[in-house]
């Protein structure tokens, strides 16, 4: 029988207990990884647990805690739980991301603008900071940031998430470069509009919707699940040659630099 592509592998994932990250995590278990999930609210850990406890991915293979993207005690306390708990950590998918503020750039409020900055960005570079010493004892690892079509691209209204997430893109080169060495890989997900609360306000109206739908070249949203095993893939043997790219999965939206 074939070996799963991620077995032996302890992979952590922020915001992981609904929409693309849950998806994530749910993929990278099937594909035999031991996964930590987590968000800011035990309710949705427990949630989230018990739905993939009910698809048969018991204990052994997901566990969960609750963790703050925006607080640095959270994401340590994170990272040293994996390790006390499965030895290891080996993929970190960096997930958490948030968009406080529609409107003008020039009108979005400091206290928004940090938030952003510190759960899109900061976050990232925190985890990163906190695993890659672990990955480089165990001979590499492999990093995946989940950006945004909206780094390549600025959406209306949401100008400083799009900043955030541009920033995410020379994130993933610099540490690409940095970690090579030490054969930590590191790469971005940038996923186009996918159906999850996050960005139910720019689908759920129809009409909306349909103007949307005319922007994407295969003519619909994506669905979390189209993103995971992108994910799965790029922390597989199977990608052990890239590092430091950025996999836009949207559907066909166009969205270059
Ligand atoms: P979602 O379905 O709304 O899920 C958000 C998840 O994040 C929940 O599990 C939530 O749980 C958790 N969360 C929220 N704030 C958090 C924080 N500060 N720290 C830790 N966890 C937090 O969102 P999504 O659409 O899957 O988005 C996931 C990522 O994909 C984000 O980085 C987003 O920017 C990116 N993305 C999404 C789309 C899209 O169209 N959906 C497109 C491009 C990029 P709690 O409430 O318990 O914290």
Not at 52 to 61: N, P, S, Y
Not at 108 to 127: M, R
Request: charged letters at 20%.
């Amino acid at each position: 029988m074939q070996r799963a592509a991620l077995a032996g592998k302890v992979a952590v994932v922020t915001a992981s207990t609904q929409g693309i990250g849950l998806a994530i995590a749910r993929r990278l278990a099937r594909d035999g990884a031991r996964v930590v999930i987590s968000s800011r609210k035990q309710a949705s850990v427990d949630r989230a647990l018990g739905l993939l406890r009910a698809e048969g991915l018991g204990l052994e293979c997901v566990s969960g805690r609750v963790c703050h993207a925006g607080k640095r005690e959270d994401l340590a306390a994170l990272v040293d739980e994996t390790l006390r708990s499965h030895g290891a950590v080996d993929v970190l998918v960096s997930n958490a991301g948030v968009s406080p503020f529609a409107g003008r750039t020039l009108d979005c409020p400091e206290e928004a603008w940090d938030k952003i900055f510190e759960v899109n960005v900061k976050a990232a570079f925190l985890l990163a900071k906190l695993v890659a010493p672990h990955m480089e004892r165990r001979g590499g690892g492999s990093i995946v940031l989940v950006g945004s079509i909206a780094g390549y691209h600025p959406m209306p209204a949401i100008g400083p998430y799009s900043v955030s997430k541009a920033a995410l893109l020379g994130l993933t080169k610099v540490l690409a470069r940095e970690l090579a060495p030490a054969n930590v890989r590191v790469n971005c997900l940038a996923p186009g509009v996918i159906r999850t609360g996050f960005s139910s306000a720019v689908w759920s109206e129809p009409a909306a919707r349909r103007r949307l739908e005319e922007a994407i070249d295969m003519g619909r949203i994506g669905e979390p699940e189209e993103c995971a095993g992108t994910v799965s893939f790029l922390c597989s043997p199977d990608a052990a040659y890239i590092t430091g790219e950025t996999i836009v999965v949207a559907g066909g939206f166009h969205c270059r630099l």
